[in-house]
């Protein structure tokens, strides 16, 4: 029997979340943990593996119906593993829409073109999170590190990056915020409505930021990376999507001689999600964590996007 998998990878965030939903730059990185879409035929019906992946998954498969002019995908049994945590910023709900669409995409036979797979999974993206910049299934389909930029919902500006060398970062979880995404970035959205001025503000200072980082990235200029993921912690504390124990877990990082800044969407009422965290010396981050109980992975920044697994 035909099976098809097909795997995407989860992203950090560099530079410029929240921000990127008005049109502001940002800069993201796939990282190597991936989520994997296994296709095959089913003769009991729609069949899906984890259950908890149904209404997603169905959605998803409208969509990608509509899309492909196909009249009937319910004979398909569905598998989806995944490495990435879920709703801890790492993009994994961006993963699922990107891999399953390419899966179908390919179960189908059709022709692979990241393209299509994109528009689709933007789509699906906002059946989850109401209004989100693209960025995510863009870095997801796409991989390595990209510049991006939403002009408008029919205008969406990225560019590859090519990053030579970057010194070690870690992401270490906070914990699962009890907000979703969604809710995020609508907590932002009132706060812009209601100061304009000041919210404008918070995101153009990110915008010089993001910027920043670019040259470093590029090595056009030789910023101090410490500095400009502390910068970039605090616009985002200013914002108001970093929760009080995030925080203080951040300051410490900062006394022993690192920098950390949640990356995604954050949280307010408990976690915040993963954090990116630096430091010079890495061991000093490894013994506090170890110190503080924390989990703690060192991430591959740039892998590869959307791929077949099986060929
Ligand atoms: O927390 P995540 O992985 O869903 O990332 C969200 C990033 C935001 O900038 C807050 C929203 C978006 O759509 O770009």
């Avoid at 002009?151 to 060398?165: M, N």
Wanted: proline letters at 4%; glycine letters at 10%; a positive charge.
């Amino acid at each position: 029997m035909r099976v098809v998998k097909v795997s995407a990878p989860g992203k950090i965030i560099l530079s410029g979340e929240h921000a990127v939903v008005y049109g502001y730059p940002a800069i993201l990185a796939a990282v190597d943990r991936r989520l994997f879409v296994e296709v095959k035929k089913s003769k009991a019906g729609f069949e899906i593996i984890p259950q908890e992946g149904g209404t997603l998954g169905r959605y998803a498969l409208e969509k990608i119906k509509g899309n492909l002019k196909v009249k009937d995908l319910r004979g398909l049994k569905i598998k989806i593993d995944s490495q990435i945590p879920i709703g801890c910023g790492m993009g994994s709900s961006a993963a699922f829409a990107v891999a399953i669409t390419a899966a179908i995409f390919e179960f189908l036979r059709k022709p692979w073109k990241p393209e299509k797979i994109n528009e689709i999974a933007y789509e699906i993206e906002k059946k989850q999170h109401g209004n989100p910049s693209g960025g995510d299934n863009t870095i997801s389909t796409y991989g390595g590190f990209l510049w991006y930029r939403k002009e408008s919902e029919g205008l969406k500006i990225f560019r590859p990056l090519e990053v030579k060398e970057l010194p070690d970062f870690f992401l270490i979880n906070t914990g699962k915020p009890k907000e979703n995404t969604g809710e995020m970035v609508t907590m932002v959205k009132n706060l812009y409505l209601k100061f304009p001025t000041r919210i404008e503000e918070l995101f153009r200072k990110m915008e010089t930021v993001t910027k920043e980082f670019l040259r470093f990235l590029l090595k056009e200029e030789s910023s101090d990376l410490k500095e400009l993921i502390m910068a970039n912690e605090k616009l985002l504390e200013s914002l108001g999507v970093v929760s009080l124990k995030t925080r203080q877990l951040i300051q410490k990082i900062e006394k022993i001689g690192g920098a950390a800044k949640i990356s995604g969407a954050g949280g307010v009422k408990k976690g915040s999600g993963i954090i990116l965290a630096y430091h010079k010396d890495p061991q000093f981050l490894l013994n506090f964590t170890q110190k503080e109980n924390l989990d703690i992975f060192k991430v591959k920044l740039g892998v590869e996007g959307v791929r077949k697994e099986n060929e």
